[in-house]
């Protein structure tokens, strides 16, 4: 019995220092390239700027929401990883936040979250969009489009 008591502590020690290594490296951030535009979305007018957001007022009507002027606000591409947190400054003074929680196959799962709305999550695929409600600004309501940019 003398001769296997040694052995376990160095057996544990060498456990010890492999596990870091095997949970280190699951635990790499992934990361995703996100298209996000800001859509002031409103019953004013019917203005549609670009009219790439013709398809939007589309979708938009056959869910009975009948915004009128669909106006893009800003376009910006960002890198979303599940490392932290990344900002969107709109145009209402509120930061909202997107936050990438996993990356399956074809489909991204995010969390965005909008002061004083819900956090939500969200599924992200290779094509389309996914409009988010960010709140109220100048008698409308903007609207977080969030797509993945195209691919090579």
Known sequence: MMTRTPMAPL????LGLM???AARAQAEPQKLNV?????????????????????????????????TSFKRLSQ????????????????????ASL??????????TLRVEVPQLSAVD???????????RAGKHVGGELILVLSSPPGK
């Open 76 to 95: 910006q591409s960002l890198v979303v990883s599940t490392q932290s947190p990344t900002e969107v400054k709109l145009p209402n003074g509120v930061t």
């Open 122 to 132: 969200v599924e992200l695929g290779r094509e389309g969009a996914v409009y988010q």
């Open 19 to 21: 596990l870091p290594v």
């Open 99 to 108: 936050k990438l929680l996993r990356l399956q196959g074809g489909t991204a």
């Open 35 to 67: 298209e996000v535009e800001v859509v002031l979305v409103s019953r004013k007018g019917t203005e549609v700027d670009p009219p790439k957001l013709q398809k939007m007022k589309e979708t938009f009507q056959k869910q009975n929401f009948n915004f």
């Open 11 to 14: 057996l544990l020690t060498l």
